[in-house]
Every structure is written in C-alpha cells, then in structure tokens.
C-alpha cells in the first residue's frame, strides 16, 4: 500500500510569498492532518480536517489555511510568509476523524524561507 | 503548562540494556496515546498506541499508561544502535480532534 505522500519534498520562498502545499493520504483514509516541525520541537497541530470539513485548528494564525477535497487529498496554504514559517511541513491521515485512531505521516515538505 | 512534556535528553544507554523514556500529559480526559520515533531528517513513524491504564508490548516494545498520573512511558528491551532516533509521546485531546505531541527525546544506543 502507498502511504502518505505529499509534495513538493523541499520548496525556498522568500518572505511575503504563498506557498501551498498538498498531501494524499493513505488510501482508504479519510482524515487528514497538518503539523508544523521546527528543529528540535515535536511536530505542531495546524489543522485536521474530516469529510471536506475543518475538525480542528490548532493555535497558528489566519495566514495559514487549508482544505480537503473529494478525494481525501489536502492542500495547505500559507499567505505572507516570514522567516519563522521555515519549517517541515506534515501531513497525516487517519481512517476517520474525531477518533483515536492513529495518525500516519507522510515524509514531509521542508520549506526554507529566505 | 505544555500539554505534553518530555525530557529532551539525550538519553545515552549500552546496546543491549533497556532504555525507558517518560512523557507526561496535562489534560485528565486524554483518551488515546501514541509513541513515535522519528530518525534525523525523516518523519515520525508510529511505534506504539495505548489507550488503558497498564502495560502493552509489542516485540522488544513495552508502552505503559497510568491515567491517575497522567503518565506514559516507552520501554525499549535490548537497544540496538540501530534503536537510536528521537521518540515522541503524542496525545489526543478529548475531543479527538488535536494531536498534541512532547518535543520528543533524544536517545543515542552505544555499541
């Protein structure tokens, strides 16, 4: 079975820019969600969203969006960059939402912004 | 308060010993928790789930919750170089609806 995948692997922007970034999950799985990873903290909760509907955000600010679409797939989006959003980017998806199911990550986009 | 905490470490150990990792939680009415390893410069990968009070084990895995102390820990049976990553502890809120994870510890398993 595939696992989770996400694109682009590595991406550099410069600070005011928009990024996105996309995921598929696992097949079969129908939740997905975002983490933010600096170097030397754990993965950070963005968002998770279930059946096309945002079911959690976590504390980032509105310059961070995102969405899931019919196919499970989800894109993150990232308006007016700053230095701080440089980071690894995860996308995990789960069976279902609102669950205790595990999360499986994908390996991740680095984002360098400069 | 962070809502997981973890001792950052690094936790060194001879190959062959048992390595045991801590985590604690803040939030009482946590349901599920999780136990991740992650190498340098490669995502988390899950190890283990545990989501009732006493102990789980998995091969040379062995997790162990105590929701009265809002406690989880990993032991490692028999390290292995090759068991040398960071290991992060995350949980679910009540809601299930956040993951919150601990900033991990670093281990490092000496030949």
């Known amino acids: 079975d595939t696992g989770v995948t996400q694109s682009p692997t590595h991406l550099i922007k410069t600070r005011g820019q928009q990024v996105t970034l996309r995921c598929s999950p696992i097949?079969?799985?129908?939740?997905v969600s975002w983490y933010q990873q600096v170097l030397g903290q754990g993965p950070q909760f963005i968002f998770q969203?279930?059946?096309?509907?945002?079911?959690g955000r976590g504390n980032f600010p509105d310059r961070f969006s995102a969405r899931q679409f019919p196919n499970y797939s989800s894109e993150l989006n990232v308006n007016a960059l700053l230095l701080g959003d440089s980071a690894l980017y995860l996308c995990?998806?789960?069976?279902?939402?609102?669950?205790?199911?595990?999360?499986?990550f994908g390996d991740g986009t680095r984002l360098s912004i400069l | 308060q962070k809502e997981v905490e973890q001792n950052s470490g690094p936790l060194s150990v001879p190959e062959g010993a048992i390595a045991s990792l801590n985590c604690t939680y803040s939030?009482?009415?946590?349901?599920?928790f999780f136990w991740y390893r992650q190498y340098s410069g490669k995502s988390p990968e899950l190890i283990m789930s545990?989501?009732?009070?006493g102990d789980k084990e998995d091969g040379r895995f062995t997790a162990q919750l105590n929701k009265a102390s809002q406690y989880v820990s990993l032991l490692i049976r028999d390290s292995q170089p090759s068991d040398s990553a960071t290991y992060l502890c995350?949980?679910?809120?009540?809601?299930?609806?956040?993951?919150?994870f601990g900033s991990g510890t670093k281990l490092n398993v000496k030949p």
């Open positions: 545990i989501y009732s009070n």
């Open positions: 097949s079969g799985h129908k939740s």
């Open positions: 995990a998806s789960s069976l279902v939402g609102n669950s205790n199911q595990p999360q499986h």
């Open positions: 995350a949980v679910n809120s009540y809601n299930f609806n956040k993951f919150y």
């Open positions: 939030d009482r009415v946590s349901q599920s």
């Open positions: 969203y279930y059946e096309k509907e945002e079911r």
